[in-house]
């Protein structure tokens, strides 16, 4: 058994013997208390029933074959929701916070039991499988760099995950605006919205940028907000983030992209030190859009508990702006369709904060799942509305 501070083990019997291997998971999951081996031979619905009992898989197989597995069990998990939800007449279908609090159970369920099937790593991070793709390098760029003699253990689904990250990391994503691309790094949230980077791209710059030249960016992620401030022509610009990982991600694009001389990135918790830094004439922040706990580390930029950031960012806005100076809010409304906060409750943060809104731009944001009829939140997401909201100081 690992003891407090060591690293997280997973134990297995395998021909009578007992085996254990460093446990592995970015999404911060516990290891499974029981574990069978399993392999080529195991069926879809044997592999679900035990991974529905709480039963993790570590394969033995051929990769391939635990790829087509994964499948299988998924839509058996698509199959079990649906047949749940078409044997629930009583009470009337959810709405509001209730329907995304059930979706959100649902989701866990899913990634739960789909995470039961697990493989195995040899100590240089290569799957110990049959027919195995390379994955060293996707693997290093989530964990960090492999500990010698030390074998892993982790779940295929966040394997996929961590891979199809590394390819949006080795290709990019094309910014139209940029005219170039931005590389993110696994568990760094990705600009494939493009409506709130085209704001930052055209909203009125202020005018006290010609007499104090410096913008705030405030929570980073990739960077890609600060490096389009940057191609605007803002002459300095602080980008700041309190996770090493964003911190890393931003820098190495701000480099790749040739903007090092007008922005730094520095570690902050929301704003950077006046001290150090001074005051700004413009400060943008795209904070988290949904004020719920997070169920993994993965999904802080997206969930915001209890809409600390948003709380912490409008609270610290006038005692970083210059005098003239102004601040682009980007939020969606999605939270407010949801029913976990009401326009109102928006309000009265920015007054209470003594902030004005000077202007307010609006846009329907476009992405497949807002066409998606089947999606639990459809009508939500159909009509939800990303603003940047430009608020100054009284």
């Not at 401030?229 to 002459?235: C, T």
């Amino acid at each position: 058994m690992s003891t407090a501070g060591a690293a997280p083990l997973i134990h297995w019997l395998d021909l009578g013997m007992e085996h254990c291997a460093r446990w592995r998971s970015a999404r911060g999951l516990t290891a499974p208390r029981r574990v069978m081996v399993a392999g080529d031979t195991m069926k879809a619905d044997t592999a679900w029933h035990h991974a529905c009992e709480g039963t993790a898989l570590l394969w033995r197989g051929d990769y391939q074959n635990a790829r087509q597995l994964l499948s299988a069990m998924a839509r058996r998990a698509d199959q079990s929701q649906a047949h749940r939800a078409g044997q629930r007449k009583q009470p009337p279908a959810p709405t509001g916070a209730d329907a995304f609090n059930r979706y959100r159970m649902a989701q866990a369920q899913r990634a739960r039991t789909l995470g039961m099937l697990l493989v195995p790593f040899r100590n240089d991070f290569s799957l110990a499988l049959t027919r195995a793709q390379d994955v060293r390098e996707a693997c290093a760029e989530a964990w960090g760099a492999p500990v010698s003699g030390e074998t892993s253990v982790a779940s295929l689904r966040e394997l996929l995950g961590i891979i199809g990250a590394h390819e949006w990391r080795r290709k990019g994503i094309e910014v139209p605006v940029l005219g170039a691309r931005i590389h993110p790094r696994y568990g760094v949230f990705a600009p494939v919205r493009s409506e709130y980077i085209d704001f930052v791209a055209t909203a009125p710059l202020p005018a006290a940028l010609s007499v104090a030249p410096v913008a705030f960016d405030i929570g980073t992620g990739t960077g890609v907000l600060a490096a389009v401030l940057a191609k605007r022509g803002v002459p300095r610009i602080v980008a700041t983030d309190q996770d090493a990982n964003a911190l890393a991600c931003a820098r190495e694009n701000i480099a790749r992209l040739g903007l090092g001389a007008q922005v730094e990135v520095v570690e902050a918790d929301l704003f950077p030190a006046v001290s150090t830094h001074g005051k700004a004439a413009l400060i943008v922040c795209n904070p988290p859009w949904i004020p719920a706990r997070p169920g993994s580390p993965l999904e802080r930029a997206v969930y915001d508990p209890e809409g600390r950031m948003l709380r912490g960012f409008l609270g610290g806005l006038a005692a970083h702006l210059v005098p003239g100076g102004e601040s682009w809010l980007i939020l969606s409304d999605i939270a407010e369709r949801l029913g976990l906060r009401t326009r109102e409750d928006l309000q009265a943060l920015i007054d209470g904060a003594g902030l004005v809104v000077i202007a307010r731009m609006d846009t329907h944001p476009v992405h497949a799942r807002a066409a998606d009829a089947g999606d639990p939140l459809h009508a939500a997401r159909r009509d939800e509305i990303t603003s940047l909201w430009r608020l100054a100081a009284r």
